[in-house]
């Protein structure tokens, strides 16, 4: 069981690509300078809350993230399809759900609850943990529901720059691997992968998650860009500890993209009531803010960059590629 549970934890590298050690980093394949550090700054949870809303929505606006992902299946999706409605020109993915862990706030699958029964609970609403998600969902189930997660952003006007696995929750069994894989490759939208190098297996194995050939063998397949790590901030005692572990983060980037991902919150009462780790998504949302930081970002010299603008590159390097081949 901690084995299972320790595979939630995959989406923090997602899932990432070869047998053999890339000779060039994700960034210098696509046409970034070579040698440079590459942050796509990125927020989770748009949909869930106004608490969450509200300072992703902000951060967006003023630059100091470059990107985001929402939960269509969320209680304020409706308030976040009517913010990017009116700011089109920012990059917003979809994160595909399938667990809800607060008892404050709960969501429930796209899908009717009888055509999906095996992701939901007595009341209809996804479990709340993702190892219960892993032990009892039916892969055909998982199928239909992402299919009609991603059918509900698009119809409300959302054309997702991404596709992020919320919690992990996805990646916890190679045939659900395959459907958030599958889906990104039949929908030509990125999903938030990595590398899959061995310096990176020997990583999980030495944290006790086995990587299993199948695994390895469904990455190598995936046909869209992927990055070369992904890093949050650790959690702090004090706002102060919370913006020097950032820029630690940052200091310990290696060269290629990078994706730095946060969870920034207003503080309610109800955001204290929905979520355990409350602090340190307010210490979050107060680092977004600090005037320090993008002055640190460009004393450390990082680029910013996005979806968008990396499925951009993408394509240009992918026609270039074919138009030497012919």
């Given at each position: 069981?901690k084995r299972?549970?320790?595979?939630a934890?995959?989406?923090?590298?997602?899932?990432?690509?070869?047998?053999?050690a890339?000779?060039?980093n994700?960034?210098?394949?696509?046409?970034?300078?070579?040698?440079?550090?590459?942050v796509?700054?990125?927020a989770?949870?748009?949909g869930i809350?106004?608490?969450f809303?509200?300072?992703?929505?902000?951060?967006?606006?003023?630059?100091?993230l470059?990107?985001?992902?929402c939960?269509?299946?969320?209680?304020?999706?409706a308030?976040c399809?009517?913010?990017v409605?009116?700011n089109?020109?920012?990059?917003v993915?979809l994160a595909l759900?399938?667990?809800?862990?607060?008892?404050?706030?709960?969501?429930?699958?796209?899908?009717?609850?009888?055509?999906?029964?095996?992701?939901t609970t007595?009341?209809?609403?996804?479990?709340p943990?993702?190892?219960q998600f892993m032990?009892?969902?039916?892969?055909?189930?998982?199928r239909?529901?992402?299919a009609a997660?991603?059918?509900?952003?698009?119809?409300?006007?959302i054309?997702?720059?991404h596709?992020?696995p919320?919690?992990?929750?996805?990646?916890?069994r190679?045939d659900l691997?395959q459907?958030?894989?599958?889906?990104a490759?039949?929908?030509?939208?990125?999903?938030v992968?990595v590398?899959f190098?061995p310096?990176?297996?020997?990583?999980?194995?030495a944290?006790?998650i086995h990587?299993t050939?199948?695994?390895?063998d469904?990455?190598?397949?995936?046909?869209l860009?992927?990055i070369?790590d992904?890093?949050?901030?650790?959690?702090?005692?004090?706002?102060?500890?919370t913006?020097?572990?950032?820029?630690?983060?940052?200091?310990?980037?290696k060269?290629?993209?990078?994706?730095?991902?946060?969870?920034?919150?207003?503080?309610?009462?109800?955001l204290?009531?929905?979520n355990d780790?409350w602090?340190?998504?307010?210490?979050?949302?107060?680092?977004?803010a600090d005037?320090?930081v993008?002055?640190?970002l460009?004393?450390?010299?990082?680029?910013?960059?996005?979806?968008?603008?990396?499925?951009?590159?993408f394509?240009?390097?992918?026609v270039e590629?074919e138009?030497e081949e012919e």
């Amino acid at each position: 069981m901690k084995r299972v549970a320790l595979y939630a934890g995959l989406w923090l590298w997602a899932m990432g690509a070869s047998n053999v050690a890339a000779q060039t980093n994700w960034g210098e394949r696509l046409g970034f300078p070579p040698g440079r550090r590459v942050v796509i700054l990125h927020a989770n949870d748009m949909g869930i809350a106004y608490e969450f809303n509200r300072p992703v929505e902000t951060g967006l606006q003023e630059g100091r993230l470059t990107s985001a992902s929402c939960l269509s299946v969320g209680p304020w999706f409706a308030e976040c399809v009517e913010w990017v409605q009116a700011n089109r020109d920012k990059d917003v993915g979809l994160a595909l759900s399938f667990v809800s862990p607060s008892r404050a706030v709960q969501w429930g699958p796209v899908a009717p609850c009888d055509k999906v029964p095996s992701l939901t609970t007595a009341d209809g609403q996804f479990p709340p943990t993702t190892v219960q998600f892993m032990l009892r969902t039916d892969v055909d189930q998982v199928r239909r529901e992402a299919a009609a997660q991603l059918d509900r952003a698009r119809r409300a006007g959302i054309k997702p720059s991404h596709l992020h696995p919320h919690l992990g929750a996805i990646l916890t069994r190679i045939d659900l691997l395959q459907v958030y894989l599958d889906l990104a490759q039949e929908a030509w939208i990125p999903a938030v992968m990595v590398d899959f190098t061995p310096e990176l297996v020997e990583c999980f194995h030495a944290r006790g998650i086995h990587i299993t050939a199948e695994m390895i063998d469904a990455v190598a397949r995936y046909p869209l860009p992927k990055i070369d790590d992904i890093q949050n901030v650790p959690p702090a005692d004090t706002y102060e500890e919370t913006r020097e572990r950032f820029c630690d983060v940052i200091r310990s980037l290696k060269p290629g993209i990078t994706e730095v991902f946060l969870n920034p919150a207003d503080d309610t009462p109800a955001l204290r009531r929905m979520n355990d780790k409350w602090q340190q998504r307010v210490w979050e949302a107060q680092l977004l803010a600090d005037p320090t930081v993008p002055e640190f970002l460009q004393q450390e010299q990082i680029i910013l960059t996005d979806w968008r603008e990396i499925m951009q590159r993408f394509e240009t390097v992918r026609v270039e590629r074919e138009v030497e081949e012919e």
